[in-house]
């Protein structure tokens, strides 16, 4: 019985299930336990430096991130943004704190990889497109440029919708609508303020904006316009100038528009009425100019209407 006992717990010792009695293992057989332990733990061993260089590995890759979203004008610009793969073009041009002076400098990334293979890579344009904040772009820049991509008209549609028709935005599906962190300016008032130096025949013009978190006025862009006295409105990120005098001091009809996001001047369809003077509002996606005066300086009854879908002033 003693026998039994003490092979047991030699057995115990050894790591062999034993029920009734056992013999000592042989030494074949202590050897072979030996280097099946030896086998084991050199598996945990390099199973466990896998996993830390797997955890290196991702700490790198995100720093190269990191570094590709602080970086990013200059990332886009280099030869070796081209060979992106699509899943990492993704990760970043989807990133919030994406680093750019712009929306549009985004789209102009992503073309630019897109035209290097467009055959492989047209399937993932629209999914690289949805990445960008639509919203932040006007009409005309949606439909020139962005609705000529493959695959992109319906998102196209979708953020046209969403800037002019406020009423339905709660029914429209985009994966973005607001700014990106960087570009964000809640905290900041538009206006156009006229500044006059000389007679009214020269006129220099800026747009400056509110900071309510610094409490002060700073110049944001000269206002590139050959005429004062214009009306304005102001469309989601567009500022748009309407009429006014120009520097021959005659009522003029012509339309600009300035974007807040691409930083560029570009000009409207002109009024069907020269006028000065008059008062202008927008309302459900539409410009109304009212009254004022025209070229003969004579007062106007006469309301014309801008439908920003169509293009086009009528009366």
Avoid at 26 to 33: A, C
Avoid at 190 to 202: A, E, L, N
Wanted: aromatic share 10%.
């Amino acid at each position: 019985m003693s026998s039994s006992s003490s092979d047991c717990s030699s057995s115990a010792t050894s790591g062999i299930y034993c029920e009734g009695p056992q013999t000592s293992p042989t030494t074949n057989q202590q050897e072979s336990l030996q280097e099946e332990g030896t086998n084991s733990l050199d598996y945990t061993l390099a199973r466990a430096d896998l996993l830390d260089n797997e955890e290196q590995c991702n700490i790198l890759r995100r720093r190269i991130t990191d570094y590709e979203i602080r970086n990013f004008m200059e990332v886009y610009k280099s030869p070796e943004f081209l060979d992106f793969s699509v899943e990492h073009l993704q990760r970043i041009v989807e990133h919030d704190d994406l680093n750019v002076s712009s929306e549009a400098d985004i789209y102009w990334a992503i073309r630019r990889w897109y035209r290097y293979d467009e055959e492989s890579r047209r399937s993932h344009l629209p999914d690289l497109i949805a990445c960008l904040r639509l919203t932040q772009f006007d009409v005309d820049f949606l439909y020139s440029h962005i609705n000529t991509l493959p695959g992109c008209e319906l998102l196209v549609n979708k953020a046209v919708e969403w800037l002019l028709r406020p009423s339905i935005r709660g029914n429209i599906t985009l994966r973005y609508t607001k700014a990106r962190k960087v570009l964000q300016t809640e905290d900041e008032t538009y206006s156009i303020i006229v500044q006059t130096r000389g007679d009214h025949r020269y006129v220099d013009k800026c747009l400056i904006r509110y900071s309510k978190a610094l409490n002060e006025w700073q110049k944001w862009t000269d206002i590139k316009l050959e005429r004062s006295n214009f009306g304005v409105v102001q469309l989601e990120h567009v500022i748009i100038c309407i009429g006014g005098l120009e520097r021959n001091t005659k009522p003029s009809n012509h339309v600009n528009r300035y974007n807040l996001s691409t930083k560029i001047w570009e000009p409207m369809p002109s009024m069907e009425q020269r006028r000065v003077y008059m008062s202008v509002a927008l309302l459900d996606g539409k410009i109304y100019a009212c009254g004022g005066q025209d070229e003969k300086y004579q007062a106007l009854d006469i309301v014309e209407e801008f439908d920003t879908i169509a293009g086009r002033w009528q009366t």
